[in-house]
């Protein structure tokens, strides 16, 4: 622990100066594993810090070269850490995610009857395609209007909200696809309501899934929030 001005602490762990140099650095962050295993640990302490109140966290891998320097450097933001304390306290983070499910169009369709030349026209063959997308567009938009949906219903019971780009289906899965990906900042006391209405949303009879965890530690909030991460919003 390391003691800084106002009244505030900073969690800091010694390290080895020749394995965190600027080339062992980028040569661990550059290993999956490794980077990880780090972002795991620097999340568990950040995690236990906050049971005895509110932090705001720092990058993963933010070095210093002496204690000295980290005292100055990290007194140098005090109004930026008083002003996220006051803004954080109370508060924490919670994710909703919504997913549209594949149905698998045009999978297993029968075989054109060789006896039937209304359906081996091209024609028809067109007809069917056309009809799928059409259909596959009408899931798309209402799978849209749904995340949309769910969004303004999160954010009704948060103070802030960051929109992130839907993830891919590398992290989703082939079966279903990422229409919502945000963060919410949300008062404790109105914790249980936002839990609530979006498991309401998740049962409603719709093809969309919403998935809501928490919470967390804001660290979606640490910024201001005119600084605060949020490329992406919703889409399919």
């Given amino acids: 622990m390391l003691p800084l001005d106002e009244g505030l602490w900073a969690v800091t762990q010694e390290v080895p100066a020749a394995e965190f140099t600027e080339d062992a650095l980028r040569s661990r962050?550059?290993?999956?594993?490794?980077?990880?295993?780090?972002?795991?640990?620097?999340?568990?302490?950040?995690?236990?810090?906050?049971?005895?109140?509110?932090?705001v966290p720092l990058p993963l891998a933010t070095l210093f070269t002496d204690p000295h320097r980290?005292?100055?450097?990290?007194?140098?933001?005090?109004p930026r850490f008083l002003a996220?304390?006051?803004?954080?306290?109370?508060?924490?983070?919670?994710?909703?995610?919504?997913?549209?499910?594949?149905?698998?169009?045009?999978?297993g369709e029968a075989p054109a009857s060789s006896t039937s030349?209304?359906?081996?026209?091209?024609q028809a063959y067109l007809k069917r395609v056309r009809d799928r997308d059409q259909q596959c567009r009408a899931r798309q938009d209402a799978a849209l209007n749904a995340a949309r949906h769910v969004?303004?219903?999160?954010?009704?019971?948060?103070?802030a909200s960051?929109?992130?780009?839907p993830h891919g289906p590398e992290i989703t899965g082939r079966d279903r696809?990422?229409?919502?990906?945000?963060?919410?900042l949300v008062d404790d006391a109105q914790a249980p309501r936002l839990v609530a209405a979006m498991r309401a949303l998740g049962h409603a009879p719709s093809e969309a899934e919403v998935e809501v965890s928490g919470p967390w530690v804001p660290y979606s909030f640490a910024e201001a929030p005119d600084a605060a991460p949020g490329a992406g919003g919703i889409g399919v």
Wanted: glycine share 6%; net charge positive; hydrophobic share 40%.
């Fill in 117 to 122: 030349t209304a359906e081996a026209s091209g």
């Fill in 151 to 159: 969004h303004d219903v999160a954010a009704g019971y948060a103070v």
């Fill in 29 to 55: 962050l550059a290993d999956q594993r490794q980077l990880e295993e780090s972002a795991r640990t620097h999340h568990a302490v950040v995690t236990a810090a906050s049971a005895d109140g509110p932090v």
């Fill in 84 to 107: 996220a304390l006051d803004r954080l306290t109370g508060r924490t983070e919670w994710a909703v995610k919504v997913y549209l499910r594949q149905r698998g169009e045009g999978r």
């Fill in 177 to 184: 696809t990422q229409t919502l990906n945000a963060a919410y």
């Fill in 70 to 78: 980290a005292q100055a450097a990290l007194n140098d933001q005090r």
């Fill in 162 to 165: 960051v929109q992130r780009r």
